[in-house]
């Protein structure tokens, strides 16, 4: 329309002068109230020390694998392949991931949106109305000339100009919780993934348990069926048909232990990978071989870990955002100055709307300073000063957590292989043991009670064994826990699941 362009060419002083406002605002705003954030430097050591030494001379009769790459996600060096699919869909479809991964889009969300309060908030309006005056109001006009009609449009601009960094430092809270709720899923991926591959290896842990409960359960019945045999020759007691016999029941009795056990895993597993409880039984009931462990590990230094642990970095991002929510509350101190701008036109009838006579224009400089109500505005400042050193405390305790948690795992995982080590040479002899025995019973060199007590030991022997196994492979999951390298960066999906089976 000619009339409106003709209004925006009159408006262009307007304009002009909104222009050069924003100049000086930016010129003022040279600096930000309030503290700026700076990373606590705290005394860690320079290395982990004994715990990994430890680690350096555990001598495991396992499997082991050469030292791990520490920025490789750390369940392909078990060289799995039904693991590793596991953790795939897991990283992608677990629903605690799909939750953060929530908070970390609404995070973003409420970033992008305090970004805009750096510029000037434009609003378009317009109005038509019609109205009449009673004849009360306008004694002896006419009622056609009682009909009163108007016209308005208009673009509005406001904004404010933030001399003092309150604006700047609402943004740089909002960037800085972001962060930490980027940490936040990171974080909860290392959990997640961790429990996936620790409920695995629980799982081929209770599996190998239940394998040696079985196979001493066939011995034993083999020895039962022997003490049989010589009660029908004469040879032997019911004494020890009996005492052979409830030797049998009660390693029968340990298995539908262990087959509960090995259920819940794989339930536990199918729900972690957002699967049904049901879904994963006929895939996973086949018994497989314990993961190999790693030779050693490579934690490096404390200082590298701390860069790389997610807890630790989302609570510095916290730290951060409430040191800049003190400048927030700080710039309550000073008087908030708002600039705004009208451009529109006026008028009672529709062809005069744009015409250089009905241009409405309004430039304003608004100052709001609650100067009296300073004792709020310093109570907000306390109040803000206070959560950022509880956030500093909270970030100090994370680190010490931190360094404490990969201590602890090093120390751990080296115990349990020395532990593994013994306990595999004990299940060797008692196996040896168990077979002598048999073989001097049916001499008739010794008796029936020397067979049972080695068939006993054998078996207590072999289900440490497998146990100690599991937990050397849980403490080498709980090392890469700690370490918290190599994990990856794809994200879970944001819609419901597709296509499963």
Same mark, same amino acid.
């Given at each position: ?8 060419? %009159?408006?262009?002083?307007? @304009?002009?002068?909104? #222009?050069? *406002?924003?100049?000086? /605002?930016? &010129?003022? +705003?040279?600096? $930000? !109230?309030?503290?700026?954030?700076? %990373?606590?430097?705290?005394? @860690?050591?320079?290395? #982990?020390? *004994?715990?990994?030494? /430890?680690? &350096?001379? +555990?001598?495991? $009769? !396992? ?26 869909? $897991? ?411």
């Amino acid at each position: 329309m000619p009339e409106f362009n003709a209004a925006i060419t %009159r408006a262009r002083p307007l @304009v002009a002068n909104l #222009f050069t *406002a924003s100049l000086l /605002a930016s &010129a003022l +705003a040279a600096c $930000a !109230v309030g503290p700026d954030h700076v %990373r606590p430097i705290l005394p @860690v050591p320079d290395s #982990f020390g *004994a715990a990994v030494d /430890a680690t &350096a001379g +555990a001598d495991a $009769a !396992v499997d082991v694998r050469p030292t791990p790459d520490a920025n490789a996600p750390f369940w392909d060096d078990f060289d799995d392949p039904v693991l590793s699919r596991l953790v795939d869909e $897991a990283l992608v479809a677990n629903h605690d991931l799909r939750i953060a991964l929530a908070n970390y889009d609404r995070a973003n969300a409420l970033l992008r949106g305090s970004k805009f309060d750096r510029w000037p908030t434009i609003t378009a309006s317009g109005t038509a109305a019609e109205s009449r005056s009673s004849a009360d109001q306008m004694p002896g006009v006419p009622r056609g000339d009682r009909d009163v009609e108007s016209y308005e449009a208009g673009v509005n601009a406001s904004w404010e100009l933030d001399v003092f960094g309150r604006v700047r430092r609402s943004v740089e809270s909002s960037r800085a919780e972001a962060a930490a709720t980027a940490a936040d899923l990171q974080a909860l991926q290392v959990a997640i993934v961790g429990e996936v591959v620790g409920g695995y290896v629980e799982l081929r842990g209770l599996q190998a348990r239940l394998q040696v409960a079985r196979e001493n359960a066939d011995n034993q019945r083999d020895t039962l069926r022997l003490v049989d045999a010589r009660l029908q020759a004469g040879r032997g007691t019911e004494f020890d048909t009996a005492r052979a016999r409830a030797q049998l029941e009660g390693t029968l009795a340990r298995v539908p232990a262990l087959e509960a056990a090995e259920a819940v895993s794989m339930h536990r597993l199918a729900v972690l990978t957002g699967r049904t409880p049901e879904t994963l039984l006929s895939e996973l009931s086949k018994a497989q071989p314990l993961p190999a462990l790693p030779e050693r590990f490579d934690p490096g230094t404390p200082g590298e870990l701390l860069r790389r642990r997610p807890d630790v970095l989302a609570a510095e991002q916290r730290l951060h955002a409430a040191t800049a929510r003190i400048g927030v509350a700080t710039a309550d101190l000073f008087p908030r100055f708002t600039l705004a701008g009208l451009i529109g036109s006026q008028a009672i009838d529709t062809s005069a709307l744009f015409e250089r006579a009905s241009e409405t224009r309004l430039v304003a400089l608004g100052i709001d300073w609650s100067f009296l109500d300073i004792g709020r505005v310093r109570a907000r400042i306390a109040a803000a000063d206070a959560t950022a050193e509880g956030e500093l405390a909270r970030y100090q305790q994370t680190v010490l957590r931190a360094l404490e948690d990969t201590s602890n795992a090093l120390v751990r995982y080296a115990r349990a292989r020395e532990e593994d080590a013994h306990l595999a040479r004990a299940a060797e002899d008692s196996a040896r043991a168990a077979g002598l025995a048999r073989v001097r019973y049916e001499a008739g060199a010794t008796d029936l009670f020397e067979v049972l007590d080695a068939e006993r030991s054998q078996l207590q022997a072999q289900d440490a064994l497998a146990d100690a196994r599991t937990r050397s492979v849980n403490g080498a999951v709980g090392v890469y826990r700690a370490l918290a390298g190599g994990w990856p960066s794809r994200q879970p999906l944001r819609e419901g699941i597709a296509g499963r089976d």
